[in-house]
């Protein structure tokens, strides 16, 4: 059950992030993704499933998608 939680909310944020970048000019997905790629490398030793990371970026661009104005 918690693995489910985990990955609703990394879902969740993934989503609020993909509007902000939607809404404000200037930032992309392409400016998310080397952020997400430094933190995940350090945090994948830390027992961080990947599938989290995952579930963040596949919201974020999905919800960017729909929110680019």
Do not use: C, K, Q, R
């Not at 952020?35 to 974020?60: E, K, M, P, R, T």
């Amino acid at each position: 059950m918690e693995i489910i939680t985990i990955y609703f909310v990394s879902s969740l944020m993934g989503i609020l992030f993909g509007i902000f970048t939607g809404i404000i000019p200037g930032i992309h997905v392409n400016t998310i993704v080397p952020i997400l790629i430094g933190v995940s490398a350090s945090s994948i030793f830390s027992g961080i499933d990947i599938y989290a990371y995952i579930f963040f970026l596949v919201s974020l661009a999905i919800s960017h998608t729909f929110f680019d104005y």
